[in-house]
């Protein structure tokens, strides 16, 4: 179960935290890449929420592994390792990357593929939907298993599909009109 007020007083911390250091696009980054790493890679948040493996060994791999953070952004991994709230990070990192975007005035979107967009294409993607869409626009990839091949965009309202189910979709409505 999700602790929904830990999850939103923290991330409003954080995105508060942000501003006030005036770190925003810092932040944005690295708190990115963070999620991607936690999402990417579950074995470390098991291992960072386990019982069995002491506090100090959980803090020195938080320590050695984002030694390059920002000291505000470790520090608070730090805390989450001490209050046990580890599994809570996904939801409070999208949650702060979501606060600072709309701050900054940055649409956010998603786009689902079967396999793990490369940052250069996933930037290149975010270009073109930006100067389609006439504003800064951030992507977040995730997998859906669902799809055979292609990919589904959503950014607010637009949404573009190009996957084996739209092109199904659209031989079916073609065979309805008698093309």
Same mark, same amino acid.
């Given at each position: 179960?999700?602790?929904?007020?830990?999850? @939103?007083?923290?991330?409003?911390?954080?995105? @508060?935290?942000? *501003?006030?250091?005036?770190k925003e696009k810092l932040f944005?980054? @690295?708190? *990115?890449?963070?999620?991607?790493?936690?999402?990417?890679?579950?074995?470390?948040?098991?291992?960072?929420?386990?019982?069995?493996?002491?506090?100090?060994?959980?803090?020195?791999?938080?320590?050695?592994? *984002?030694?390059?953070?920002?000291?505000?952004?470790?520090? *608070?991994l730090l805390m989450a390792v001490e209050d046990n709230k580890i599994k809570y990070l996904d939801n409070i990192f999208l949650k702060a990357i979501l606060t600072i975007n709309k701050k900054l005035n940055i649409e956010n979107g998603i786009i689902y593929t079967t396999l793990k967009l490369s940052d250069k294409k996933l930037l290149e993607i975010e270009k073109k939907l930006s100067v389609f869409l006439k504003k800064?626009?951030?992507?977040?990839?995730?997998?859906?298993?669902e799809l055979i091949s292609g990919y589904e965009i959503q950014v607010g309202d637009f949404k573009q599909?190009?996957?084996?189910?739209?092109?199904i979709d659209q031989m079916a409505l073609s065979?309805?009109?008698?093309d």
């Open positions: 179960m999700i602790d929904n007020h830990y999850v @939103q007083s923290s991330a409003k911390a954080l995105s @508060q935290i942000a *501003f006030e250091e005036k944005l980054n @690295q708190l *990115f890449i963070i999620k991607n790493i936690f999402s990417y890679n579950p074995e470390v948040v098991e291992y960072l929420a386990s019982g069995s493996i002491k506090l100090e060994n959980k803090k020195k791999f938080i320590e050695e592994i *984002f030694d390059l953070i920002e000291p505000l952004i470790l520090n *608070f800064e626009v951030k992507l977040l990839n995730l997998i859906d298993k599909r190009n996957n084996v189910a739209s092109w065979i309805k009109k008698g």
